[in-house]
């Protein structure tokens, strides 16, 4: 039998508030955090361009300058893109992960002697995708 709109019943005492900033703080994340694989990434910029936080970044590694650490220097001097997550915006919804057409991203815990950072490596400019 075919749909009409009829057979819906359409509700006319909704009204739309806005949310409570306080209260989404209140929010439980996971202590997880997004990760990336270098193995897999095609510099694709799929989860930069689907997170709906606009929470990840990938910068030009010209945009670090007198990093004053020769470690960092060494590392940016050899990468083809940064990758920046802003991981107090990050909701952990997971639409970049499902998004990911390589399967490279996904969630771990930090390693307690991280104070906070993580190795992303580097990710060969071989394995750019073809524009
Ligand atoms: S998990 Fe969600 S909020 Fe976090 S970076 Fe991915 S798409 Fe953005
Ligand atoms: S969507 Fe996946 S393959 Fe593409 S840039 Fe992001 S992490 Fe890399």
Not at 75 to 99: K, Q, Y
Request: hydrophobic share 35%; aromatic share 6%; charged share 25%.
């Amino acid at each position: 039998m075919p749909f009409t709109k009829t057979e819906v019943d359409i509700r006319e005492d909704y009204t739309v508030e806005a949310v409570d900033p306080e209260w989404l703080k209140q929010g439980v994340k996971s202590p997880k955090h997004l990760m990336l694989d270098p193995d897999n990434c095609i510099l694709c910029r799929a989860c930069e361009d689907v997170c709906p936080w606009n929470c990840i970044y990938m910068l030009s590694p010209s945009i670090v300058e007198d990093a004053g650490d020769d470690s960092v220097d060494a590392e940016v001097g050899a990468a083809t893109a940064i990758f920046v997550l802003d991981d107090n915006a990050c909701t952990r919804c997971s639409v970049c992960v499902d998004r990911c057409p390589t399967d490279t991203l996904y969630y771990a815990r930090l390693p307690e002697d991280s104070a906070g950072k993580r190795e992303m490596a580097a990710v060969p400019t071989s394995q750019r995708a073809q524009a």
